[in-house]
């Protein structure tokens, strides 16, 4: 036979490919299906196979129904952005997380699609303002120093985008030893499942897909999402400030000073 073109029924931004056709579905029916069995619908209708949670390397978040606290701390904007364009290459992915009053860690809002490079710094200017009309504050914009995030910090900073923008925009460096993604993601692996996410956000399916379907030796796999979630995990929770420090005991005679760890 000939070869098997696999179209997925949604683009990442949400609108539906399959268009002109008499049986296709309606985008109004496509997400009622998508959000009554999400690892069903991406199976058939975009061609994505979900593993159960208990055979992926990493669990996905504390879904909830009940509303999300309305105020936060500290709200962060995470960019990884995408190399190339074409049906087969990644998407730019930008998390918002949001650190609550009760010191948890919030997914508040989750953004995936092919966006031209061209055109990432107006959608990075864009998402900031729609999370600060929403939940009041971005203290800080990170996008990854890697593929064309390389080039959009000294642009953001440099060109004409409101001043408060200008300076909380960060570049998260990729690479190098402890660096690596790799590195990343077994940092604050453990740290995913503790994260409060809205269980009717229109983004939940996809989000859990890439979670779940993560395996770090999976060198093009869909990872724009899981990485965007990692880094900002890092922000929130750095890793190497968990657990109890050292204790060392001091004993001085003298004049001589001896260090003894406990």
Known sequence: ????????????????????????????????????GPQ?????????VVPDEEGAQ???????????????TLVIQVWDTAGSM??????????TLGLGHDGRSYWLDCFAAKVPT?????????????ARQEWGRVDTVYIEQASSGAMLVPMLRAHHVPDDLRFKVKGIPVGGRGLTRRDRVAAVARLIPEVVAPAGAPWRAKAQAQILSYHPD???????????????????????LTGQPPRVKV????????????
Not at 40 to 48: H, I, S, T, V, W
Request: glycine share 10%; hydrophobic share 40%.
């Open 1 to 36: 036979g000939g070869p098997t073109i696999v179209t997925p029924a949604l683009e990442g931004d949400g609108e539906p490919v399959w268009i002109g056709y008499a049986v296709a579905p309606s985008k109004e029916e496509l997400e009622r299906l998508r959000e009554e």
């Open 40 to 48: 069903a619908f991406l199976l058939q209708y975009q061609g994505e």
């Open 251 to 262: 004993m001085v005679t003298g004049w001589d000073y001896a260090m003894r760890p406990g």
């Open 118 to 130: 061209v055109d990432l710094a107006g959608k990075i200017v864009e998402k900031e303002w729609e």
């Open 218 to 240: 999976l060198q093009h796999a869909r990872d724009d999402i899981v990485m965007a979630l990692v880094h900002g995990l890092t922000v929130l929770r750095p890793p190497w």
């Open 58 to 72: 990493l669990r996905g978040p504390d879904w909830q129904w009940s509303p999300l606290p309305t105020s936060y």
């Open 86 to 95: 074409g049906r087969q290459a990644s998407e730019s992915a930008c998390v």
